[in-house]
């Protein structure tokens, strides 16, 4: 019976302690990430104030939800940073006193790419719109974007404001 050399027997010990399992680690790595997904994931979303606008202040304290984007300041009608309308073309008259036809149009091109998506998600629409306005425009533009906005399909209109410490 040949003997084992003492050096085989160690290098046979110590090889078997080294192996590594792949699928354990798979499982491993798939549940931190997992984890690290699901904690990442913040609430609201944030949302740039363009340059120049002082909103109005309240002590509401609603997070922002994601959806479009409108920014009014007397100037110009934004819709998610892109310019859509310059506000003294609004106040010429395009249909009814209390819609402005050309963000009319971009919101419902707007409605109809949202519901295809959503529709695939299996979830149903909701139509909400966020409202950056400048403190100092004028009620009436407000009110006409605000109509306008729920003549297209985005009936769910929240207005944006900065929080004030006094309650």
């Not at 939800?65 to 009014?72: D, E, K, Q, T, Y």
């Not at 003294?88 to 419902?108: F, K």
């Not at 519901?115 to 950056?132: A, S, T």
Request: charged content about 25%; some cysteine; glycine content about 6%.
């Amino acid at each position: 019976m040949p003997a084992v050399s003492r050096s085989k027997k160690h290098r046979a010990r110590s090889s078997s302690g080294e192996m590594l399992n792949l699928t354990s680690m798979m499982d491993m790595f798939t549940i931190i990430l997992v984890f690290l997904l699901k904690s990442y994931s913040a609430t609201g979303k944030l949302i740039s104030i363009p340059e120049g606008y002082t909103l109005p202040e309240s002590i509401a304290e609603e997070v922002p939800v994601l959806a479009v984007n409108i920014s009014v300041d007397d100037e110009y009608i934004m819709e998610d940073d892109a310019l859509r309308i310059k506000v003294d073309q609004c106040r010429t008259g395009y249909g009814p006193p209390y819609i402005i036809a050309p963000l009319q149009q971009v919101l419902l091109e707007k409605a109809a790419k949202q519901k295809l998506v959503v529709e695939k998600l299996g979830k149903p629409f909701e139509g909400e719109v966020n409202i950056i306005g400048d403190k100092d425009i004028d009620l009436d533009l407000l009110i006409k974007v605000m109509g306008t906005c729920g003549q297209s399909q985005f009936g769910k209109i929240k207005l944006l404001v900065s929080q004030s410490q006094s309650q």
